[in-house]
Protein backbone atom coordinates (compact mmCIF):
# COMPACT_ATOMS: atom_id res chain seq x y z
CA UNK A 1 0.00 0.00 0.00
CA UNK A 2 2.75 2.42 0.90
CA UNK A 3 4.53 2.42 -2.55
CA UNK A 4 1.56 3.49 -4.29
CA UNK A 5 -0.29 5.89 -2.19
CA UNK A 6 3.22 7.71 -1.08
CA UNK A 7 3.64 8.54 -4.75
CA UNK A 8 -0.19 9.33 -4.87
CA UNK A 9 0.66 13.37 -4.89
CA UNK A 10 2.69 13.63 -7.87
CA UNK A 11 0.96 11.06 -9.94
CA UNK A 12 -1.82 12.70 -9.20
CA UNK A 13 0.06 15.98 -10.05
CA UNK A 14 1.17 14.47 -13.17
CA UNK A 15 -2.01 13.42 -14.20
CA UNK A 16 -3.08 16.63 -14.06
CA UNK A 17 -0.91 18.38 -17.07
CA UNK A 18 -1.86 16.59 -19.44
CA UNK A 19 -5.74 16.76 -18.59
CA UNK A 20 -6.05 20.12 -18.98
CA UNK A 21 -3.69 20.79 -22.02
CA UNK A 22 -5.41 22.83 -25.01
CA UNK A 23 -5.48 22.77 -28.43
CA UNK A 24 -1.99 23.52 -30.23
CA UNK A 25 -1.80 26.19 -32.32
CA UNK A 26 0.51 25.32 -35.52
CA UNK A 27 1.98 28.60 -35.63
CA UNK A 28 2.25 29.33 -32.40
CA UNK A 29 5.93 30.65 -31.54
CA UNK A 30 7.20 29.05 -28.53
CA UNK A 31 8.62 31.05 -25.27
CA UNK A 32 10.93 29.57 -22.45
CA UNK A 33 8.01 29.12 -20.54
CA UNK A 34 5.69 27.64 -23.54
CA UNK A 35 4.04 30.08 -26.03
CA UNK A 36 4.25 33.17 -26.37
CA UNK A 37 0.69 34.40 -26.12
CA UNK A 38 -1.12 37.39 -24.80
CA UNK A 39 -2.74 36.64 -20.83
CA UNK A 40 -6.27 36.63 -22.34
CA UNK A 41 -5.29 33.36 -23.93
CA UNK A 42 -4.36 31.56 -21.37
CA UNK A 43 -6.35 29.96 -18.82
CA UNK A 44 -5.70 29.11 -15.13
CA UNK A 45 -6.64 26.25 -13.96
CA UNK A 46 -6.50 24.93 -10.05
CA UNK A 47 -6.21 21.46 -8.47
CA UNK A 48 -8.20 20.60 -5.53
CA UNK A 49 -8.34 18.20 -3.14
CA UNK A 50 -11.58 17.85 -1.57
CA UNK A 51 -10.99 14.54 0.61
CA UNK A 52 -10.20 14.95 4.92
CA UNK A 53 -8.19 13.24 7.42
CA UNK A 54 -11.31 11.62 8.85
CA UNK A 55 -12.20 9.94 5.73
CA UNK A 56 -8.77 8.61 5.04
CA UNK A 57 -8.31 7.19 8.28
CA UNK A 58 -11.57 4.86 7.84
CA UNK A 59 -10.11 3.68 4.67
CA UNK A 60 -6.36 3.23 6.52
CA UNK A 61 -8.11 1.52 9.64
CA UNK A 62 -10.12 -1.12 7.69
CA UNK A 63 -6.71 -1.42 5.18
CA UNK A 64 -4.70 -2.11 8.22
CA UNK A 65 -7.02 -4.44 9.82
CA UNK A 66 -7.23 -6.87 6.88
CA UNK A 67 -3.63 -6.32 6.17
CA UNK A 68 -3.02 -7.66 9.52
CA UNK A 69 -5.88 -10.23 9.24
CA UNK A 70 -4.64 -11.86 6.13
CA UNK A 71 -1.09 -11.48 6.74
CA UNK A 72 -0.29 -9.11 4.29
CA UNK A 73 -2.48 -10.90 1.15
CA UNK A 74 -4.51 -7.97 1.35
CA UNK A 75 -2.09 -5.63 0.08
CA UNK A 76 -3.00 -5.19 -3.75
CA UNK A 77 -5.91 -4.50 -2.54
CA UNK A 78 -5.44 -1.91 -0.40
CA UNK A 79 -3.12 -0.57 -2.32
CA UNK A 80 -5.79 -0.13 -5.23
CA UNK A 81 -8.25 1.36 -2.28
CA UNK A 82 -5.82 3.78 -0.80
CA UNK A 83 -5.11 5.27 -4.53
CA UNK A 84 -8.89 5.36 -5.38
CA UNK A 85 -9.18 7.53 -2.57
CA UNK A 86 -7.16 10.15 -3.26
CA UNK A 87 -7.76 10.25 -6.87
CA UNK A 88 -11.23 10.14 -6.58
CA UNK A 89 -10.50 13.20 -4.16
CA UNK A 90 -8.42 15.21 -6.54
CA UNK A 91 -10.32 17.80 -8.71
CA UNK A 92 -8.38 19.08 -11.94
CA UNK A 93 -10.15 22.35 -13.83
CA UNK A 94 -13.54 20.52 -11.69
CA UNK A 95 -13.12 17.21 -12.71
CA UNK A 96 -11.68 14.02 -10.51
CA UNK A 97 -9.09 11.84 -11.01
CA UNK A 98 -9.66 8.33 -11.99
CA UNK A 99 -7.88 5.38 -10.77
CA UNK A 100 -8.25 2.21 -13.26
CA UNK A 101 -5.57 -0.01 -12.49
CA UNK A 102 -7.10 -3.73 -13.38
CA UNK A 103 -7.33 -5.54 -10.28
CA UNK A 104 -6.06 -8.96 -11.42
CA UNK A 105 -2.46 -7.61 -12.38
CA UNK A 106 -1.90 -5.54 -9.16
CA UNK A 107 -2.67 -8.88 -7.61
CA UNK A 108 -0.19 -10.72 -9.76
CA UNK A 109 2.42 -8.29 -9.22
CA UNK A 110 2.06 -8.61 -5.47
CA UNK A 111 2.01 -12.17 -5.84
CA UNK A 112 5.71 -11.88 -7.93
CA UNK A 113 7.16 -9.86 -5.80
CA UNK A 114 6.62 -11.86 -2.37
CA UNK A 115 7.22 -15.01 -4.10
CA UNK A 116 10.71 -13.20 -5.25
CA UNK A 117 11.65 -12.06 -1.61
CA UNK A 118 10.67 -15.02 0.28
CA UNK A 119 12.91 -17.11 -1.73
CA UNK A 120 15.96 -14.64 -1.04
CA UNK A 121 14.95 -14.80 2.42
CA UNK A 122 14.94 -18.81 2.79
CA UNK A 123 18.46 -18.43 0.38
CA UNK A 124 19.81 -15.56 2.84
CA UNK A 125 18.94 -17.61 5.97
CA UNK A 126 20.11 -20.94 4.46
CA UNK A 127 23.46 -20.32 3.59
CA UNK A 128 23.49 -20.11 0.59
CA UNK A 129 24.83 -16.75 0.15
CA UNK A 130 26.14 -17.39 -3.49
CA UNK A 131 22.27 -17.46 -4.81
CA UNK A 132 21.25 -14.75 -2.54
CA UNK A 133 23.88 -12.72 -3.69
CA UNK A 134 23.23 -13.40 -7.72
CA UNK A 135 19.45 -12.59 -6.59
CA UNK A 136 20.33 -9.09 -5.69
CA UNK A 137 22.38 -8.41 -8.22
CA UNK A 138 19.41 -9.87 -11.08
CA UNK A 139 17.51 -7.05 -9.04
CA UNK A 140 19.94 -4.38 -9.64
CA UNK A 141 20.38 -4.94 -13.53
CA UNK A 142 16.61 -5.12 -13.95
CA UNK A 143 15.52 -2.40 -11.81
CA UNK A 144 15.39 0.25 -14.60
CA UNK A 145 13.37 -1.93 -16.40
CA UNK A 146 11.11 -2.50 -13.48
CA UNK A 147 11.01 1.04 -12.60
CA UNK A 148 9.98 1.96 -16.28
CA UNK A 149 6.83 -0.73 -15.99
CA UNK A 150 5.74 0.29 -12.96
CA UNK A 151 5.29 4.26 -14.41
CA UNK A 152 3.57 2.59 -17.63
CA UNK A 153 1.57 0.87 -15.45
CA UNK A 154 0.81 3.53 -12.88
CA UNK A 155 0.40 6.64 -16.11
CA UNK A 156 -1.93 4.08 -17.94
CA UNK A 157 -4.29 3.47 -14.72
CA UNK A 158 -4.22 7.46 -14.70
CA UNK A 159 -7.46 9.18 -16.14
CA UNK A 160 -9.29 12.36 -16.20
CA UNK A 161 -12.26 12.65 -18.26
CA UNK A 162 -12.40 9.53 -19.60
CA UNK A 163 -8.35 10.12 -21.13
CA UNK A 164 -4.99 8.08 -20.36
CA UNK A 165 -1.75 8.89 -20.19
CA UNK A 166 1.33 6.93 -21.53
CA UNK A 167 4.90 6.33 -21.02
CA UNK A 168 7.16 5.76 -23.83
CA UNK A 169 10.66 5.48 -22.61
CA UNK A 170 12.87 3.21 -24.29
CA UNK A 171 15.02 0.01 -22.57
CA UNK A 172 18.32 2.23 -23.81
CA UNK A 173 16.79 5.34 -22.09
CA UNK A 174 15.86 3.93 -19.34
CA UNK A 175 19.26 2.46 -18.88
CA UNK A 176 20.93 5.66 -19.76
CA UNK A 177 19.12 7.55 -16.67
CA UNK A 178 19.97 5.03 -14.29
CA UNK A 179 24.04 4.97 -14.88
CA UNK A 180 24.52 5.80 -11.53
CA UNK A 181 23.22 2.70 -10.11
CA UNK A 182 25.98 0.28 -11.78
CA UNK A 183 28.87 3.15 -10.33
CA UNK A 184 27.20 2.43 -6.41
CA UNK A 185 27.57 -1.03 -6.89
CA UNK A 186 31.11 -0.91 -8.01
CA UNK A 187 32.23 1.77 -5.08
CA UNK A 188 30.33 -0.11 -2.51
CA UNK A 189 32.29 -3.66 -4.23
CA UNK A 190 35.29 -1.78 -3.83
CA UNK A 191 34.59 -1.01 0.48
CA UNK A 192 33.62 -4.96 0.67
CA UNK A 193 36.76 -5.57 -1.39
CA UNK A 194 39.06 -3.34 0.93
CA UNK A 195 37.53 -4.79 4.09
CA UNK A 196 38.24 -8.04 2.69
CA UNK A 197 41.86 -7.22 2.04
CA UNK A 198 42.58 -5.54 5.52
CA UNK A 199 41.28 -8.55 7.22
CA UNK A 200 42.40 -11.26 5.21
CA UNK A 201 46.63 -12.40 6.06
CA UNK A 202 48.03 -14.86 8.64
CA UNK A 203 50.62 -12.84 9.99
CA UNK A 204 52.95 -14.77 12.54
CA UNK A 205 54.26 -11.21 14.51
CA UNK A 206 51.86 -10.07 16.99
CA UNK A 207 53.36 -6.64 15.15
CA UNK A 208 52.17 -6.45 11.65
CA UNK A 209 48.44 -8.40 13.03
CA UNK A 210 48.22 -5.10 15.50
CA UNK A 211 49.39 -2.72 12.59
CA UNK A 212 46.95 -4.36 9.56
CA UNK A 213 43.95 -4.28 13.05
CA UNK A 214 44.47 -0.64 13.37
CA UNK A 215 44.96 -0.05 9.66
CA UNK A 216 42.02 -1.54 9.21
CA UNK A 217 40.14 0.24 11.78
CA UNK A 218 41.41 3.69 10.09
CA UNK A 219 40.44 2.49 6.40
CA UNK A 220 37.29 1.17 6.30
CA UNK A 221 35.36 3.59 8.92
CA UNK A 222 36.69 6.41 6.27
CA UNK A 223 35.78 4.41 2.74
CA UNK A 224 32.29 3.73 4.07
CA UNK A 225 32.15 7.47 4.75
CA UNK A 226 33.51 8.32 1.40
CA UNK A 227 30.94 5.56 -0.14
CA UNK A 228 27.87 7.26 1.69
CA UNK A 229 28.57 10.27 0.47
CA UNK A 230 28.95 9.08 -3.04
CA UNK A 231 26.41 6.86 -2.67
CA UNK A 232 24.28 9.97 -1.68
CA UNK A 233 25.43 12.31 -4.62
CA UNK A 234 24.72 9.27 -7.17
CA UNK A 235 21.16 9.21 -5.76
CA UNK A 236 20.72 12.58 -6.49
CA UNK A 237 21.26 11.96 -9.77
CA UNK A 238 18.91 8.73 -10.37
CA UNK A 239 16.34 10.89 -9.01
CA UNK A 240 16.96 13.74 -11.59
CA UNK A 241 17.51 11.27 -14.63
CA UNK A 242 14.35 9.03 -13.59
CA UNK A 243 11.87 12.34 -13.31
CA UNK A 244 13.26 14.42 -15.92
CA UNK A 245 12.99 10.54 -18.73
CA UNK A 246 9.04 10.60 -17.17
CA UNK A 247 8.04 14.17 -17.70
CA UNK A 248 9.51 13.55 -21.76
CA UNK A 249 8.78 10.76 -22.80
CA UNK A 250 5.25 10.77 -20.80
CA UNK A 251 2.34 12.37 -23.08
CA UNK A 252 -1.26 12.47 -24.37
CA UNK A 253 -1.20 11.36 -27.80
CA UNK A 254 1.03 12.40 -29.48
CA UNK A 255 1.36 15.63 -27.38
CA UNK A 256 4.71 14.78 -25.47
CA UNK A 257 5.85 16.37 -21.95
CA UNK A 258 8.30 18.76 -21.30
CA UNK A 259 10.79 19.31 -18.30
CA UNK A 260 13.31 22.11 -17.99
CA UNK A 261 15.08 21.99 -14.46
CA UNK A 262 18.32 21.38 -14.43
CA UNK A 263 20.39 19.05 -12.73
CA UNK A 264 22.46 21.85 -10.96
CA UNK A 265 19.21 23.00 -9.23
CA UNK A 266 18.97 19.19 -8.37
CA UNK A 267 22.28 19.02 -6.62
CA UNK A 268 22.30 22.18 -4.96
CA UNK A 269 19.11 21.86 -3.55
CA UNK A 270 20.19 18.27 -2.21
CA UNK A 271 23.94 19.94 -0.78
CA UNK A 272 21.80 22.66 1.37
CA UNK A 273 19.68 20.03 2.89
CA UNK A 274 22.75 17.56 3.36
CA UNK A 275 24.82 20.23 4.77
CA UNK A 276 22.47 21.51 7.21
CA UNK A 277 21.74 18.10 8.34
CA UNK A 278 25.35 16.70 8.80
CA UNK A 279 25.68 20.44 10.56
CA UNK A 280 23.18 19.97 12.79
CA UNK A 281 24.37 16.65 14.13
CA UNK A 282 27.66 17.42 13.97
CA UNK A 283 27.06 20.16 17.01
CA UNK A 284 24.97 18.23 19.15
CA UNK A 285 26.87 15.41 19.00
CA UNK A 286 30.18 17.65 19.73
CA UNK A 287 28.34 19.47 22.19
CA UNK A 288 27.03 15.93 24.16
CA UNK A 289 30.60 14.92 23.69
CA UNK A 290 32.00 18.11 25.39
CA UNK A 291 29.21 19.10 28.25
CA UNK A 292 28.17 15.36 29.03
CA UNK A 293 31.89 13.85 30.20
CA UNK A 294 32.22 17.19 32.58
CA UNK A 295 28.56 16.68 34.03
CA UNK A 296 28.60 13.05 34.51
CA UNK A 297 32.17 13.88 36.55
CA UNK A 298 30.49 16.41 39.11
CA UNK A 299 27.67 14.35 39.81
CA UNK A 300 29.80 11.27 39.96
CA UNK A 301 32.50 13.70 42.27
CA UNK A 302 29.27 14.66 44.42
CA UNK A 303 28.21 10.65 45.30
CA UNK A 304 31.97 9.73 46.20
CA UNK A 305 32.25 7.31 43.11
CA UNK A 306 35.84 5.79 42.50
CA UNK A 307 37.93 7.46 39.94
CA UNK A 308 37.33 4.73 36.83
CA UNK A 309 33.59 5.90 36.84
CA UNK A 310 34.46 9.65 36.94
CA UNK A 311 36.29 9.37 34.04
CA UNK A 312 34.86 12.12 31.70
CA UNK A 313 36.00 10.92 28.34
CA UNK A 314 34.40 7.70 29.11
CA UNK A 315 31.20 8.58 29.35
CA UNK A 316 31.06 11.64 26.91
CA UNK A 317 32.00 8.59 24.26
CA UNK A 318 29.32 6.73 25.67
CA UNK A 319 26.76 9.56 25.60
CA UNK A 320 27.74 10.87 22.46
CA UNK A 321 27.02 7.19 21.13
CA UNK A 322 24.00 7.31 22.38
CA UNK A 323 22.61 10.51 21.44
CA UNK A 324 24.07 10.48 17.62
CA UNK A 325 20.95 8.13 16.23
CA UNK A 326 18.69 10.41 17.89
CA UNK A 327 20.23 13.09 16.12
CA UNK A 328 20.50 11.39 13.29
CA UNK A 329 16.58 11.12 12.80
CA UNK A 330 15.34 14.27 14.70
CA UNK A 331 17.49 16.53 12.16
CA UNK A 332 16.56 14.11 8.96
CA UNK A 333 12.75 14.87 9.35
CA UNK A 334 13.61 18.56 8.74
CA UNK A 335 16.24 18.08 6.06
CA UNK A 336 14.09 15.65 4.15
CA UNK A 337 11.15 17.77 4.00
CA UNK A 338 12.66 20.62 2.87
CA UNK A 339 14.65 18.89 0.06
CA UNK A 340 10.83 17.61 -0.65
CA UNK A 341 9.34 20.60 -0.99
CA UNK A 342 12.14 22.45 -2.84
CA UNK A 343 12.16 19.54 -5.24
CA UNK A 344 8.45 19.52 -5.81
CA UNK A 345 8.30 23.57 -6.44
CA UNK A 346 11.25 22.68 -8.90
CA UNK A 347 9.32 20.06 -11.07
CA UNK A 348 6.33 21.93 -10.77
CA UNK A 349 7.93 24.79 -12.30
CA UNK A 350 9.27 23.44 -14.96
CA UNK A 351 6.84 20.86 -16.47
CA UNK A 352 4.63 21.18 -19.26
CA UNK A 353 2.68 19.36 -22.15
CA UNK A 354 4.24 20.26 -25.31
CA UNK A 355 3.20 24.06 -26.56
CA UNK A 356 -0.02 23.82 -24.78
CA UNK A 357 0.41 24.19 -21.05
CA UNK A 358 2.97 24.88 -18.24
CA UNK A 359 2.60 24.29 -14.45
CA UNK A 360 3.21 26.75 -12.25
CA UNK A 361 3.85 25.86 -8.34
CA UNK A 362 3.63 28.20 -5.28
CA UNK A 363 4.71 25.42 -2.29
CA UNK A 364 6.29 26.97 0.42
CA UNK A 365 9.44 25.20 1.82
CA UNK A 366 9.60 26.60 5.58
CA UNK A 367 5.65 25.44 5.95
CA UNK A 368 5.68 22.05 4.53
CA UNK A 369 8.81 21.40 6.62
CA UNK A 370 6.95 22.64 9.41
CA UNK A 371 3.74 20.87 8.84
CA UNK A 372 6.27 17.48 8.43
CA UNK A 373 7.50 18.34 11.51
CA UNK A 374 4.21 18.64 13.52
CA UNK A 375 3.07 15.47 11.75
CA UNK A 376 5.96 13.46 13.00
CA UNK A 377 5.26 15.01 16.18
CA UNK A 378 2.01 13.94 16.19
CA UNK A 379 2.48 10.46 15.15
CA UNK A 380 4.61 9.57 17.34
CA UNK A 381 2.73 10.74 20.40
CA UNK A 382 -0.16 8.70 19.16
CA UNK A 383 1.47 5.73 18.26
CA UNK A 384 1.16 5.83 14.58
CA UNK A 385 -3.05 6.64 14.50
CA UNK A 386 -2.02 10.52 13.45
CA UNK A 387 -0.30 8.87 10.06
CA UNK A 388 -3.44 8.84 7.74
CA UNK A 389 -4.23 12.68 9.22
CA UNK A 390 -0.64 13.51 7.97
CA UNK A 391 -0.78 12.14 4.83
CA UNK A 392 -3.86 13.78 3.83
CA UNK A 393 -1.89 16.95 5.04
CA UNK A 394 0.85 17.05 3.08
CA UNK A 395 -1.11 16.01 0.30
CA UNK A 396 -3.42 18.89 0.01
CA UNK A 397 -0.96 21.35 0.51
CA UNK A 398 1.54 19.78 -2.54
CA UNK A 399 -1.74 19.75 -5.19
CA UNK A 400 -3.26 22.53 -3.96
CA UNK A 401 -0.26 24.61 -4.63
CA UNK A 402 0.33 23.53 -8.46
CA UNK A 403 -1.71 25.62 -11.39
CA UNK A 404 -1.81 24.68 -14.55
CA UNK A 405 -2.18 27.56 -17.08
CA UNK A 406 -3.47 26.33 -20.32
CA UNK A 407 -3.37 28.21 -24.16
CA UNK A 408 -7.24 27.66 -25.08
CA UNK A 409 -10.27 26.45 -23.83
CA UNK A 410 -10.51 23.46 -22.08
CA UNK A 411 -13.98 22.27 -23.33
CA UNK A 412 -12.12 22.67 -26.89
CA UNK A 413 -8.82 20.83 -26.00
CA UNK A 414 -10.33 17.85 -23.96
CA UNK A 415 -12.26 17.22 -27.69
CA UNK A 416 -8.69 17.37 -30.14
CA UNK A 417 -6.83 14.94 -27.34
CA UNK A 418 -9.70 12.87 -26.82
CA UNK A 419 -9.36 11.84 -30.16
CA UNK A 420 -5.96 11.52 -30.43
CA UNK A 421 -5.29 9.14 -27.74
CA UNK A 422 -7.21 6.55 -29.25
CA UNK A 423 -6.16 2.95 -27.60
CA UNK A 424 -2.79 4.02 -26.85
CA UNK A 425 -3.38 3.55 -22.78
CA UNK A 426 -5.61 0.66 -23.42
CA UNK A 427 -2.55 -0.89 -25.01
CA UNK A 428 -0.43 0.32 -22.35
CA UNK A 429 -2.44 -1.12 -19.51
CA UNK A 430 -2.77 -4.47 -21.22
CA UNK A 431 0.95 -4.93 -21.42
CA UNK A 432 2.91 -7.46 -18.90
CA UNK A 433 1.70 -8.64 -16.09
CA UNK A 434 5.22 -7.22 -14.32
CA UNK A 435 3.86 -3.54 -14.90
CA UNK A 436 2.18 -3.93 -11.74
CA UNK A 437 5.30 -3.78 -9.74
CA UNK A 438 6.02 -0.58 -7.99
Request: net charge positive; aromatic share 10%.
Amino acid sequence: MSTLSAAAPEAAAAASVPASAASVPPAAPVGPCGPSTGAADLEVHPVRFTGTGGGYFRVWIVNLVLMVLTLGVYTPWARRRTARWFFDHTEVAGSPLEFAAPMRRMVFGFLVFAGLYIAYEIASNTGQEAVAFTMLGAAALLAPLIWRSAMRFRTASTRWRGMQLHFSASTVEVYRASWPVALIAAVWAAVFAAGIALGAGDDADRAARAARGGLAMLVIPLATLAALLASALLFVRIDYGLRRLLFERGGLGDVSGRFKPGFGAFLRVSLIAGGVWVALVGAVWLGVFLLGGGLIRDLASLTGSPDEVRDPARWASLAALLVLPFSLFLFAVPAIAWREARVFALVWNGAGLGRIVRTQCTLSAARFTWLRIVNVALTLITLGLWRPFARVREYRMKVESVRLHVRGGLDTVTGRLQAQTGGVGDMLADAAGLDVIG
